[in-house]
């Protein structure tokens, strides 16, 4: 079965540090992954995807996640941190065997200090 | 463009009363989904669409009822609720099921006393 793995319920950076923020996920077939970003109050929104090819993906507001396939991970990160980026966000997976059902993590909390 | 717009925003049943999660998307998606939001657990598929006229279960169906008669909407249903639905309720859509990202609505805050 599908699953995600977000260890960290929370991540505190300092404003204008490097930031990640972890996933890993299992699944039987090649997966398709995903990271979203929750504000308060709102739905999720789509950050950045890795579907194939270049393992380093890059995504919206300054955001790059990278695929490692042997560690079954795909950690989010962002060369500097700025506080408007301080929300909750998701990891997600699809895989053909799951029926492309997309499967969250708990979530894990940014918060970055100014 | 709206996008998906649910409502209502906000609801507070009794045990046992029903109600009617709408979702409306403008966007000619294919695929609907219906999650719910709990602290901790991040979003657990309730029902999903493939399409107008079908719908199928996900991780948590139990106590819910979905319909989608219509391409550009999606209903949820609680025919008699419990405590235990009280969450906040997210409507998605995707163009196709694998590659695509999912578009989300502001979700319905439910409580349920």
Known sequence: AQSVAQPEDQVNVAEGNPLTVKCTYSV?????????????????????????????????????????KSQTSFHLKKPSALVSDSALYFCAVRDKAGGFKTIFGAGTRLFVKA | NAGVTQTP???????????????????????????????GMGLRLIHYSVGEGTTAKGEVPDGYNVSRLKKQNFLLGLESAAPSQTSVYFCASSYSRSTEKLHFGNGTRLTVT
Not at chain 1, 32 to 51: A, D, H, M, T
Not at chain 2, 16 to 26: E, F, Y
């Open chain 2, 9 to 39: 925003k906000f609801r507070v049943l009794k045990t046992g009363q029903s109600m009617t999660l709408l979702c409306a998307q403008d966007m000619n998606h294919e695929y609907m989904y219906w999650y719910r939001q709990d602290p």
């Open chain 1, 28 to 68: 039987s077939g090649n997966p398709y992954l995903f990271w979203y970003v929750q504000y308060p109050n709102r739905g999720l929104q789509f950050l950045l995807k890795y579907i194939t090819g270049d393992n380093l993906v890059k995504g919206s507001y300054g955001f790059e996640a990278e695929f490692n």
